[in-house]
């Protein structure tokens, strides 16, 4: 089977700068991947050409099959974007939010209802769901925004640090969720800064310094390959102060 | 665009929007609490002013000797005070007494004053009289508010009155000073009155018949009824106010809907949705626009209340018809300025960059409403194409009620393609994803004038054209005001119909050749369009004439140009300025670029529009309907044949025939098109076989299909 995306060599550049320089990448089906890079390495506009969100200079991206600029509607309908700091409509209710959106994909209102009843238990938003959700806390948000990029139930979930800016207890539900999509057989690809998390849960690490890809592989590569005891160390090593810059590494 | 979604986007907009108190101020709660407060305050403190100075009498000071039965004339009614305690100083005292002080000559001595300037509504400006040592004692009693005015009588008044000469008396009051003003008033009524009786004794002295000195007696009457004199009061303010309140409405939530998503980051969250760009910027336009409707609508329901209910007596008078007048010309206007503000707003990276952005905006645009303050500025020709200006000027006009057809079609016309243009505007800022993310984009990919290879035309590309052509023409044509006939005929041909035609297809890069249909006409085709060429301007002339007959002026008006200004030319010029030429650059424009654009809305939708943006285009309600029949002949012309040129001989000859029938009159009188308003029904019969069979000609023949 094809993996859920497919990459290849996206491009993008802004007036002089190159944000990203020929990034290629595959998520399959059931897995997790993590997207690891420091501040200004290309992590968030790589994940919004993959979203659709940006138009990638070069390059190409298929989402379940579907090229994202050719078939833009049916590629977006199974997908799932989330980013951290993503608000949400402050006087709409988290119910209000997730029919708005159930109905932008196309869903039909009863499949809207039972699946909003679902995430609502799922993500225990009993509480607050009919709250303003300018009035909820960031971890309470931070879920409801969960349930809105869940809602569609995608193939698909891209999600730029998901946890940022979220207590230990908070992300710990958002990385649970996480886990749960995987069960569920669905490929995911989150950025994050937090070791521990891409420890946890990645499947397969990809390392992004200046736009390219620098390393991947399982946590286990990674570190054998550096030689290092931890990511962080490992993460340190190869994109730190003292690391080579990518243009050397790539050659 | 999926409607179904845009009625999504457009709820959950207005859910969110009205749930802002802030929106719900400006839109509502401003309107109805603003025109009671400001018109109750306001009429009511003037009302209470004005009994308040009519109750109360005035204080006069009368410096100088008092010729007998003066004092008690002034006194007559009780409204004039004499205040016998307000006495002149000393040193003006005894100058009026010994003759020493004399009123001095009017300053400006090159023009002779008025000998009844105690008429004049307006008192003569204040330097018109040289400082003096009354003047200015007068001058102080009067700010120290011991009495309302002075009126002094000059040393020269008793012997004047004794020889039959006239008597020299001043008033001095403020004309800041209402009650200053209410004194002047009763005073020189008081003294036209001691005037009056003074002439009749003096005519029945001499034996003179009464009237003798008076000569004439002048009336003059207002003859502008009730609701037009309220209507002009109301003119002047009213569209300004409806104007700027209407447009504040959508402010807020313009900028709510586009830089505020940006701040708060769930504008990815609709960009990553599968929906397309336009469905997002036609949800938000409309939902705005919705907005800006309420508010006007608000104002509007507020004002009429106000006057009906508030005011007290019957002092303003407003139709409530006028009123549903007045909302319909919002309509494109709160369209346009909704567009703009979103086309900009968007540009900004958050909710205060986007007031910055909108304020000055929102001042440059809604600011000439004031123009309606101004006397002289009327809607015209030219005004009509001016945005913003054009809706505040028609709705002060139909206050008034002086509003003429022809104009109200222009300013609707006009506007709308201002509206179109902006809302074009706003949806190609809004496809920009650098500038949805907060970045910047230039200006060159904005416009979009970034050549694409195989790029073809699509009907938002034909209506952007169409705006923009007649925003064009309007504008030259301001340019060639005061040059002839001929060569504004010829300049806005070639210059702003062929040119922009030209320059948008090599701009572009389209195809000149499938873009314009530059293609070798079947014979069919031409027979064709030489029949039609021959008839459809006498169905014109013979039927849908007569169903909105054009006022006389314009007729001839209209005869006037097809004679080039009525002066003598050869006739193969008329021909080649009013019929080759239009031909060939309007054709080019309509039936090339525009049609090219509409050729995907399939062939009678096509037809029908390029046909009605080619009768609007003409710019007269009474010529809609003949030019828009003759536009859809023509492109439907050009859609079998596939070849522009069949169009261009049809034009030519529609044209050219009509103006030789000007032309000579002879040959006029001799096809039945002589002097009478609509052509006879026999050569109509005529004319509408001929169009008949240039149809089934038309219809026999291969259409072309488009390579």
Not at chain 1, 35 to 46: D, E
Not at chain 2, 688 to 703: F, Q
């Amino acid at each position: 089977m094809a993996p859920t995306l497919v990459a290849q060599h996206l491009t993008k550049r802004f007036g002089p700068v190159a944000a990203v320089g020929g990034v290629s990448l595959t998520v399959d089906s059931g897995e997790v991947v993590g997207l690891l890079g420091p501040n200004g390495a290309g992590k968030t506009t790589t994940l919004r050409m993959l979203a659709g969100i940006l138009t990638p200079d070069a390059g190409r991206v298929e989402i379940a099959g579907l090229d994202i600029h050719e078939a833009p509607l049916e590629a977006k309908r199974r997908l799932g974007f989330l980013s951290g700091d993503t608000q949400l409509y402050q006087r709409l209710s988290t119910r209000e939010v997730l029919r708005y959106f159930g109905r932008l994909y196309s869903m039909s209102d009863p499949a809207i209802a039972s699946r909003t009843g679902q995430l609502i238990d799922e993500l225990d938003m009993g509480a607050f769901a009919s709250r303003p959700c300018g009035t909820l806390s960031s971890g309470q948000k931070q879920r409801a925004n969960i349930a809105r990029a869940f809602l569609h139930e995608p193939d698909l979930l891209i999600l730029d640090e998901p946890t940022v800016a979220l207590d230990v207890v908070s992300g710990q539900f958002i990385v649970e969720s996480i886990r749960r999509q995987r069960a569920a057989g669905r490929a995911v690809l989150f950025s994050t800064h937090i070791m521990s998390e891409a420890e946890y849960l990645c499947d397969r690490i990809l390392l992004l310094h200046d736009g390219r890809i620098i390393d991947q592989g399982t946590l286990d590569d990674l570190l054998a390959r550096s030689g290092c005891r931890n990511l962080t160390d490992a993460f340190l090593r190869l994109v730190g102060p003292a690391a080579p810059t990518a243009r050397a590494v790539s050659r | 665009m999926r409607l179904a979604i845009v009625w999504t986007i457009v709820r959950k907009e207005l859910t969110e929007t009205l749930r802002d108190r802030r929106t719900i101020m400006m839109m509502i709660a401003l309107p109805v609490l603003l025109y009671p407060l400001l018109m109750m305050g306001f009429t009511k403190l003037q009302v209470s002013q004005r009994e308040a100075t009519a109750s109360r009498a005035s204080r006069v000071a009368v410096w100088g000797s008092v010729p007998s039965g003066l004092l008690a004339v002034l006194s007559d009614e009780g409204r004039i005070l004499v205040d016998g305690a307000a006495a002149p100083p000393e040193a003006v005292r005894a100058g009026l007494a010994s003759g020493a002080l004399q009123r001095p000559a009017l300053a400006d001595a090159g023009t002779p004053a008025p000998a009844d300037t105690e008429r004049r509504a307006v008192p003569a400006p204040r330097t018109a009289e040289p400082e003096n040592p009354a003047m200015l004692a007068a001058r102080a009693i009067v700010a120290e508010r011991r009495v309302d005015a002075v009126l002094v009588l000059w040393p020269d008044l008793l012997p004047a009155l004794a020889q039959g000469r006239a008597g020299r008396v001043s008033v001095y009051f403020d004309s800041v000073r209402e009650d200053s003003i209410e004194a002047q008033g009763r005073l020189v009524e008081r003294l036209r009155g001691y005037r009056a009786d003074l002439v009749r004794q003096r005519e029945r002295d001499r034996g003179l018949s009464e009237g003798f000195s008076l000569g004439l007696d002048v009336r003059s009457t207002n003859l502008a009824p009730e609701q037009r004199r309220s209507g002009q009061i109301l003119g002047l303010f009213l569209p300004f106010l409806l104007i700027t309140m209407s447009l504040l409405g959508g402010f807020y939530p313009a900028i709510d809907l586009t830089a505020g998503e940006k701040e708060r980051g769930t504008m990815q969250t609709l960009l990553c949705a599968p929906l397309r760009s336009i469905e997002i910027i036609i949800g938000k336009f409309v939902a705005v626009w919705i907005i800006s409707l309420i508010a006007a609508m608000a104002n509007i329901v507020s004002l009429g209340t106000t006057m009906a209910r508030i005011l007290p007596g019957d002092q303003i008078h407003v139709a409530p018809s006028t009123l549903a007048v007045a909302f319909v010309m919002l309509l494109p206007l709160t369209f346009f300025m909704t567009a703009v503000f979103l086309a900009l707003a968007t540009f900004a990276k958050d909710f205060k960059d986007g007031q910055n952005f909108l304020t000055p905006v929102y001042m440059v645009l809604a600011l000439p409403a004031a123009v309606t303050m101004l006397r002289g500025i009327e809607l015209n020709a030219w005004t009509a194409f001016v945005p913003v200006v054009n809706i505040a000027l028609l709705i002060k006009a139909l206050l008034v009620g002086e509003a003429a057809a022809d104009l109200i079609f222009l300013t609707l016309v006009s506007s709308t393609a201002w509206a179109v243009l902006a809302l074009v505007l706003a949806a190609r800022v809004f496809a920009r994803e650098q500038v949805l993310l907060g970045g910047r984009d230039s200006l060159r990919s904005l416009l979009g004038f970034e050549r694409q290879p195989g790029a073809e035309p699509t009907p938002a590309f034909a209506f952007t054209t169409f705006a923009f052509g007649l925003v064009v023409v309007f504008y030259g044509s301001l340019l060639l005001q005061g040059a002839g006939t001929v060569t504004t005929l010829l300049v806005t041909g070639y210059g702003f119909f062929l040119l922009p035609t030209v320059l948008l297809v090599a701009a572009y890069g389209f195809s000149p050749r499938r873009t314009l249909s530059l293609r070798r006409p079947p014979v069919g085709g031409l027979i064709a369009a030489v029949l039609i060429g021959c008839s459809a301007w006498a169905v014109a002339a013979g039927v849908l004439i007569r169903l909105l007959p054009p006022p006389e002026s314009l007729v001839k008006a209209l005869e006037q140009l097809l004679l080039l200004d009525g002066k003598p030319a050869s006739l193969w010029v008329v021909w080649l300025v009013i019929g080759v030429t239009p031909a060939i650059c309007e054709e080019a424009f309509f039936r090339g670029l525009i049609l090219s654009g509409l050729r995907r809305l399939g062939p009678w939708p096509a037809i029908i529009i390029c046909g009605l943006l080619f009768g609007l285009a003409h710019s007269s309600i009474y010529r809609l309907l003949p030019t828009f029949f003759i536009g859809v002949l023509l492109t439907w012309l050009v859609w079998r044949t596939g070849s522009i040129w069949t169009s261009i001989v049809a034009h030519t000859l529609n044209n050219g025939i009509a103006a030789t029938l000007v032309y000579n009159k002879a040959l006029a009188a001799m096809v039945g098109a002589g002097s009478e308003q609509f052509l006879g029904w026999k050569p109509t019969a005529v004319a509408m076989l001929v169009l008949a069979a240039g149809i089934v000609v038309l219809m026999r023949t291969r259409p072309v299909v488009p390579d």
